[in-house]
């Protein structure tokens, strides 16, 4: 064993089934980097120890790992091309394989064939704790998955204030609070939580929330998040997501939101979303993508013009306040339409320059902020 | 009416199920050219008279159209914007639309809305002839699309040589033959027919095809591919598609292939398809995608080596002949095998630098020649 760490040569033989093993390094790729000078974010380490082997894979910010049964005939650790030994194991579902190191390689040995990949060195793979359990919160899987649906869309998505990308996950009140916005709109989600040890308040990537949302089973199933420090891990079947959080200040969101309106309206959801889409066809030729709300007493007028045409429906409303026009960019109506989850909803105006609030017409589960766009007409 | 013509305006007016619209709308704009200097190629012409509409749309080489029921209140002529008609059209699927002229735009009405958008010249519409009967070949829809699918990918992408983005389509003592080849591969199919009025040889643009196979329906109904001078014309449930052909001369592919073989396998498709994916996934890395078979009695290497690793397995052959190594592009490779319908294919070989031909074990219904990659080492 000394002349072996010596030489800085990995060892490691296993024995496995396919179908596990390219399951597996399908999950665990997804961490892969796609877009990295480090070649080693774009490996997956596979760790051979006891009776079983763990995947892993990083791209700096979240890993995933997955441990998988397995003949080990020798223990060790090796990192391997991840797109390809994925792309390649993926072919080989139905075979038992022989995973084996010589000379700086993993020698594939299936079938009656025999093939090889480099290896990278494993020792240069990022240390991944996934030993994160200061603070829990525990929660459906369904509101889980609506949290994120519900406001991840809205995270800011360009660099310019990279705390914008991430969501802030706050508990209060028995409940768990998702809040995203990239400076032209919010979404806030709230949902009941089934049980926490330490209140949570942390930014969490987008992007993680999102791949959790993949990862996601069963609605009625529970699930828990573990936080410690700047780091956040989920683990559903085997499989585990750890992901670092954003540090710094999020925006003060407390004094965003207007508590009264000059102008209240309730619409069914999909009649204004199909106005408004259409609306969007045209629109969307013009770079500002302007749709506009005409707010009367019983009807709300929703229109686009451009070069190409000009769009003009009519939506029945039950209005209470002022009329009022307003000038939206159809994207972000269309996105907070969208994920809405009722047949009727909530919009509230203070005139045509300050910003609209959309929400159930009743309670307070969700709530969407779309600032107007200001229009010289 | 002769004031209107005066002024160069024009005059339509009808009523129609925005489903049966819709429909149409969608069908014809597939024949839109998506990159064009000249606006009304981008349009949807509609012309009413008696009591339907004609929807009509081309590129200036594939122009499809499809005639509707519709109240015809104002005879006429009108061209819209194709995409934005057909993407607002699509969601208006449940209402009854109307469509009237007004001031050089249309006037869209439905439900309680009224939309518009602005025309272009209908007089500058290409004027398309589908009256085009001269000659005719009738065949069962299954071996069309077998036809197409089997060649169409093997024509060339680029405009080096314009005549090869074309199918040569030939009949031949009661069968029609396609052939396809793009300078490192050629494709042949050949199927029955089940009537003709006069031998057809003409070049059809691949794309042409490729529309025709997505409009084809039920595998069992006859379909009639008519030919007239240089244009193409089928008629599938009421869609009418016609085309330009290729002028000019094909390769002369009668001395291609070659009729003897100094080595000739037969083998599971299955099984070397699944190989030579697998060879694929690293042999894709490398520009030259080479796989490498190295045939022997018995069984045949399948092998491909990068500086990412090295692919090597074996695949259970008959052999007649002389053994044989070839490297190959296994992008063609793959594509053959996965083009191939038969579960065991012949691959005939006269030693390295010479190109290989694929058929069904028995019979010539299909044919593909692959020429090798002349390798250094």
Redesign the interface.
Known sequence: MQERKGRQEEYMKIICEGIELSDAVLKVAKACSTKTTNPILECVKITAENDSITLIATDGEIAIQRKIKADVLEEGAICV?GK?FS??IK??ENEQITLATEDG?VIITY????????LLNADDFPAIDANIGEKKVELLTKDLKELIAKTTFCCAQDDSRPVLKGVLVQTQEGRICFTALDGYRMAVCRKNILGMTGDIKIICPGRTLNEIGRMLGADEDRIEIFVQKNMLMVSIDDTVLTSRLYEGEFVNVSNIVPKEFTSEIVVEKEALD??V??AA??AR?DKNSIVTFDIREGSMGVSSNT????????VKIMLEGKDVQIALNCKYVSECLNAATDETVRIGFNGAVAPCVLTPAEGDSYLYLILPVRTTA
Request: glycine share 4%; proline share 3%.
């Open positions: 091309p390809f792309d390649f072919k080989l390689r079938a009656d064939s025999e093939s090889s990949m480099q199909e106005s889409e259409r066809v045209l030729t070069m190409i045409g000009r769009v003009n429906e009519s």
